[in-house]
């Protein structure tokens, strides 16, 4: 059965006012407890599985740390450079919105994480003690180890950077937008970082995207379009890869692999690549989109849930249960996690009742049983009303959650840029709430 556009749109509403209500209802069966929980980070993870927990614990205290009095929507930040979202408010909101009037919200920064002594440091210099521990601090973006790259030049002569800040997104949009239309000036590079990253999709999406407003403008054979990956492939699953490569010979988007930005002149507007052997490559760009090293927090990388061999500096868990190797009554959430995938919100829906139910089976002297396939999911954006519906999980297969005839993740859809547009925001708000449904 083929589900139809208007279907879709009707339980994107659906789920949206779910997400609305800001109903929690607890579970029938919920365990009680007297247990703290703390939960360091208040962002996609941090927020839903605090909602999540408190639906299915009966007299728990559940904390999170979480400096920010405001959610960033992230995922929205390659529509607002796709001109789709045009505000700060489509994707920042007040934290409050999200955080249940029953959860203790502590407005602070965690600055030592004690898991010998089941207590956390903050910067304010509260110590506070917990019974379980879940990490979900998310990453850092390392724009300072770019040389010769501000954080100030996002937004300025061409220098444009999704990642940054909700202003970054609308000041690249911009950026896109005076490149494209400027003939003569016609050279766009844009990189990938090396290491881990979140969402490994969104640096080619904006590939595509600003090469659609090239496609737009009348002069696109004056616009070169060059891509700079640190990586040996354009995307870690071969299937994807491979028809990308396909679709960006058509749209000549050249590639270039195993190339690390390791610095930008703005006033010669060149930017220094490194490749593997060491060789140096100086590449001159009109436009740039830079999407910058990221490392798992100072706090994770310094304390000792860090991993300190495959996944350095990340919190190391069992990729399965999502449980800390070493220190039992930790778990670890979305993108600070030592797993071979899995840095999307995405991932943080399908990890939410993994985490939840094994941290219940914990209170109640069982053993952790439940497992994360490392489900993640990327809507290739192609243009301005395109995309694949990229989902996979560890075996690095093309998996779909609705059938292959509704979404056929190798096919160029229109339906799946309308999935991203309209119908992810509410799934996700339903997720902050601590539902996942889909
Ligand atoms: C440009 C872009 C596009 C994306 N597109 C998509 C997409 O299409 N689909 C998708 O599924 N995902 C996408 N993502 C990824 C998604 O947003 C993240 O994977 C998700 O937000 C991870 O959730 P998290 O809770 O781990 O991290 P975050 O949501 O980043 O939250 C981490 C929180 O921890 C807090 N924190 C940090 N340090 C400390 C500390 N010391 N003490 C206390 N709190 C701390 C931070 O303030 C923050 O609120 C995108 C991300 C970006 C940047």
């Not at 489509?90 to 999200?98: E, H, M, N």
Request: hydrophobic share 40%; with cysteine; proline share 5%.
């Amino acid at each position: 059965m083929a589900i139809s556009r208007r279907t879709l749109l009707k339980s994107a509403a659906g789920v949206g006012v779910l997400g609305a209500t800001g109903l929690a209802i607890k579970q029938s069966n919920a365990i009680k407890t007297n247990a703290h929980i703390a939960i360091v980070g208040g962002g996609a993870a941090g927020i839903g599985i605090a909602n999540m927990l408190n639906r299915y614990l009966d007299g728990a205290k559940i904390s999170v740390i979480e400096p920010r009095d405001y959610h960033w929507y992230q995922p929205g930040q390659t529509l607002l450079l796709a001109g789709s979202y045009s505000n700060k408010s489509d994707v920042v909101s007040p934290i409050t919105r999200y955080i249940g009037s029953d959860i203790n919200w502590i407005q602070d920064s965690v600055t030592e994480l004690n898991p010998d002594s089941n207590s956390i440091t903050t910067a304010k210099g509260s110590v506070v003690s917990y019974d379980y521990l879940i990490v979900s601090a998310g990453l850092e973006l390392r724009y300072d180890l770019i040389e010769g790259l501000s954080t100030d030049d996002i937004g300025q002569d061409g220098i444009a950077s999704i990642y940054y800040s909700p202003e970054s997104g609308l000041s690249s949009f911009k950026q896109a937008h005076t490149f494209v239309e400027q003939p003569g000036r016609g050279n766009a590079v844009f990189t990938r970082p090396q290491g881990a990253m979140k969402c490994a999709g969104a640096p080619l999406k904006a590939t595509n995207l600003v090469e659609y407003f090239a496609q737009q403008s009348p002069n696109r054979s004056q616009f070169n379009f060059q891509y700079y990956t640190s990586e040996a492939a354009l995307f870690a699953v071969t299937d994807f890869d491979l028809k990308l490569k396909e679709i960006w010979e058509e749209r000549a988007i050249y590639a270039y692999f195993e190339h690390v930005l390791t610095a930008l002149d703005k006033q010669a507007k060149t930017a220094t690549f490194t490749q593997q052997n060491g060789a140096i490559q100086k590449v001159d760009w009109d436009f740039i989109h830079v999407v910058p090293p990221m490392l798992p927090p100072q706090v994770i990388r310094e304390s000792s849930l860090a991993d300190q061999s495959k996944y350095k500096g990340y919190v190391e868990v069992n990729p399965l249960t999502l449980q800390h190797k070493r220190y039992a009554n930790v778990f670890a959430m979305g993108d600070c996690v030592g797993t071979p995938i899995g840095k999307t919100a995405a991932s943080v829906k399908s990890q939410l009742p993994v985490v939840t139910d094994n941290l219940c089976a914990l209170l109640e002297g069982r053993s952790p049983t439940s497992q994360w396939s490392g489900y993640t999911s990327c809507p290739m954006i192609l243009d301005v009303g395109h995309a694949m519906l990229w989902e996979f999980d560890y075996s690095m297969k093309p998996m779909t959650a609705l059938p292959f005839q509704v979404v056929d993740p190798l096919a160029e859809s229109a339906l799946a840029w309308r999935m991203e547009e309209t119908f992810l925001r509410p799934v996700y708000d339903v997720m902050l709430k601590g539902y996942t449904p889909i």
